[in-house]
Nanobody, 123 residues
Framework: QVQLVESGGGSVQAGGSLRLSCAAS????MGWFRQAPGKEREFVAA????????YYTDSVKGRFTISRDNDKNTVYLQMNSLKPEDTAVYYC????????????????????WGQGTQVTVSS
């Protein structure tokens, strides 16, 4: 059973930064998703097992960076220049087998999910 443990959420003012971490019990293609109140869960970023390929939704490009440390089986989401519209519960997810192409952006292609961590950005 794959276990994902997230940490690093919190409350910041607009323009601030947070770093989310997700410790996994193995090495997988990983993604971050978020869900705001009353909205569907949406893709934020993904990273290949190797770490060489990363993918982002347009609204976070240039502000968020996904990375991984395979020695620690941990994936990070560095979030800079945060905006109030980034407020959501953030979930890390693992996929096995790894998704390719457009499947990377689909929540239903990820088999395992963390418990979620709240990120609140105030204006």
């Amino acid at each position: 059973q794959v276990q994902l443990v997230e940490s690093g959420g919190g409350s910041v003012q607009a323009g601030g930064s947070l770093r989310l971490s997700c410790a996994a019990s193995g090495q997988y293609a990983m993604g971050w998703f978020r869900q705001a109140p009353g909205k569907e869960r949406e893709f934020v970023a993904a990273i290949a097992w190797s770490g060489y390929s990363t993918y982002y939704t347009d609204s976070v490009k240039g502000r968020f960076t996904i990375s991984r440390d395979n020695d620690k089986n941990t994936v990070y989401l560095q979030m800079n220049s945060l905006k109030p519209e980034d407020t959501a519960v953030y979930y890390c997810a693992a996929a096995s087998p790894p998704p390719y192409g457009a499947n990377r952006y689909l929540a239903n292609k990820y088999n395992y999910w963390g418990q979620g961590t709240q990120v609140t950005v105030s204006s």
